[in-house]
């Protein structure tokens, strides 16, 4: 089963992702880790992705693209594998599509934008030991104090509300567009997210196997 996950920041497709590689013992793959990787063993595609951001270029699609199709044909992923964070916009998907890399279904993660704003903006970090809590779902004992270890809790600047709203609006006028994309192929199946992440993860794995 070769799958795509979509859903906005926040939407927890990470989540999905590990419990998906947990029932289907396939690979996710992730855009950033195996362009690391590519680099890290100096693959022709890896090597040529090094030479755009030696020049503080943008790493362009068809390296991107070269790099997942050389990711793809590894052992691991003869029974599957998921795409996660990849593609982010129309032509990365119609390459994909070119170079003949088959996916069977798309999977968007749908939250609202108020309710991901709340989920991330409501988080916090310990300064000392990097223990994390929630405003609402996992509040420390003591207010902005670590149970662990004392610190002060604080605000990661990615978790701010406006940080957050930024890749939101990023993310609706740059992937959004993709389940149209999908939906024409047939492929987009749609699971409304949960407070609950067991249930989301119910409604995943009924949408892959409906």
């Given at each position: 089963?070769?799958?795509?996950?979509?859903?906005?920041?926040?939407?927890?497709?990470?989540?999905?992702?590990?419990?998906?590689?947990?029932?289907?013992?396939?690979?996710?793959?992730s855009?950033?880790?195996?362009?690391?990787?590519?680099?890290?063993?100096?693959?022709?595609?890896?090597?040529?992705?090094?030479?755009?951001?030696?020049?503080?270029?943008?790493?362009?699609?068809?390296?991107?693209?070269?790099?997942?199709?050389?990711?793809?044909?590894?052992?691991?992923?003869?029974?599957g594998?998921?795409?996660?964070?990849?593609?982010?916009?129309?032509?990365?998907?119609?390459?994909?599509?070119?170079?003949?890399?088959?996916?069977?279904?798309?999977?968007?993660?749908?939250?609202?934008?108020?309710k991901?704003?709340?989920?991330?903006?409501?988080?916090?970090v310990?300064?000392?030991?990097?223990?994390?809590?929630?405003?609402i779902?996992?509040?420390?004992?003591?207010?902005?104090v670590?149970?662990?270890?004392?610190?002060?809790?604080?605000?990661?600047?990615?978790?701010?509300?406006?940080?957050?709203?930024?890749?939101?609006?990023?993310?609706?006028e740059?992937?959004?567009?993709?389940?149209?994309?999908?939906?024409?192929?047939?492929?987009?199946?749609?699971?409304?997210?949960?407070?609950?992440?067991?249930?989301?993860?119910?409604?995943?794995?009924?949408?892959?196997?409906?």
């Amino acid at each position: 089963m070769n799958l795509i996950l979509l859903g906005a920041p926040g939407a927890g497709k990470g989540t999905q992702a590990e419990k998906i590689v947990e029932k289907y013992n396939i690979p996710a793959i992730s855009t950033g880790n195996i362009i690391r990787a590519a680099l890290k063993n100096g693959t022709e595609m890896g090597l040529k992705a090094k030479a755009y951001m030696d020049a503080g270029s943008l790493v362009p699609d068809e390296v991107v693209i070269g790099i997942i199709k050389d990711r793809l044909k590894e052992d691991d992923c003869k029974n599957g594998f998921i795409l996660d964070g990849f593609p982010r916009t129309i032509p990365q998907a119609q390459a994909l599509e070119d170079m003949g890399i088959i996916i069977d279904k798309v999977v968007d993660i749908e939250v609202p934008d108020e309710k991901i704003t709340a989920r991330l903006s409501g988080r916090r970090v310990c300064a000392k030991c990097a223990n994390s809590y929630h405003l609402i779902y996992k509040q420390p004992k003591v207010e902005g104090v670590c149970d662990a270890c004392g610190g002060e809790l604080i605000q990661r600047k990615d978790d701010a509300p406006e940080t957050v709203q930024a890749r939101l609006v990023e993310y609706h006028e740059m992937t959004e567009p993709l389940k149209d994309f999908y939906e024409k192929l047939g492929k987009l199946v749609i699971v409304e997210g949960q407070e609950d992440v067991e249930e989301t993860t119910k409604l995943v794995f009924e949408a892959l196997e409906g």
